[in-house]
Nanobody, 127 residues
Framework: QVQLDESGGGLVQAGGSLRLSCAASGHTYSRYAMGWFRQAPGKEREFVAAISYSGSNTYYADSVKGRFTISRDNAKNTVYLQMNSLKPEDTAVYYC????????????????????WGKGTLVTVSS
């Protein structure tokens, strides 16, 4: 069992930065691939970024590539999403996810097969 708790969301102006954190509980955390997803009002949940359990492999949606960076600290049971050069279209609720297989996160929506989700943190980017 893995529980995920996101933090770090808030209101930021376009061009600004935020860092999201996802604290995980559960002794098997380090064996899970971790990911960030987001859902804007009226839209489907979409993939943002994912990282393998070792941290050696990372994947990004084209819309955030070069602006967002995913990382993890297995000693702290925490995964991060550094978001730079934020745009109004980045406004969404951001969710942390965990699954034994990173392929589950990369395979496209609707992501019903992902084992664990956090409750989400709201990011609002003003123009």
């Amino acid at each position: 069992q893995v529980q995920l708790d996101e933090s770090g969301g808030g209101l930021v102006q376009a061009g600004g930065s935020l860092r999201l954190s996802c604290a995980a509980s559960g002794h098997t955390y380090s064996r899970y691939a971790m990911g960030w997803f987001r859902q804007a009002p009226g839209k489907e949940r979409e993939f943002v970024a994912a990282i393998s359990y070792s941290g050696s492999n990372t994947y990004y949606a084209d819309s955030v590539k070069g602006r967002f960076t995913i990382s993890r600290d297995n000693a702290k049971n925490t995964v991060y999403l550094q978001m730079n050069s934020l745009k109004p279209e980045d406004t969404a609720v951001y969710y942390c996810a965990a699954d034994p297989s990173i392929a589950t996160m990369l395979g496209g929506g609707p992501y019903h097969g992902i084992d664990y989700w956090g409750k989400g943190t709201l990011v609002t980017v003003s123009s």
